[in-house]
């Protein structure tokens, strides 16, 4: 399988696309942690619940947008295989794009 970036950040490896969303970003000491933006996370999400990413609003709640825990362990497990440091907890606690990417979106800031 090959990996490739595209321009909004997000890694699709071939065969099997999948999309972490998580970007890197350098700083003057090398290679952060990876972060999330609030669009990285509202895509990642549309494409796991097969719908359109304007079709999520920040703070909607996204188990009654149909994601269930099974998808959300898989995400997560998927976002901490990028580097990023996921706490599944959190993310259930508050299941919305907006504090998803609160969550991992501060990480580059807090790494570098």
Do not use: C, N, Y
Request: neutral net charge; hydrophobic residues 40%; aromatic residues 2%.
């Amino acid at each position: 399988m090959t990996s490739t970036a595209s321009t909004t950040g997000a890694t699709r490896t071939t065969g099997a696309t999948r999309t972490t969303g998580a970007t890197r970003t350098t700083g003057a000491t090398g290679t952060a942690p990876p972060s999330l933006t609030i669009d990285d996370v509202k895509e990642t999400v549309a494409e796991l619940l097969s719908v359109a990413p304007d079709e999520i609003a920040d703070d909607t709640d996204l188990a009654r947008l149909g994601l269930d825990s099974m998808q959300l362990m898989r995400l997560s497990g998927r976002w901490r295989r990028s580097g990023l440091k996921v706490d599944f907890a959190t993310l259930a606690v508050e299941p919305t794009v907006r504090a998803w990417a609160r969550h991992l979106g501060g990480q580059a800031q807090a790494g570098a």
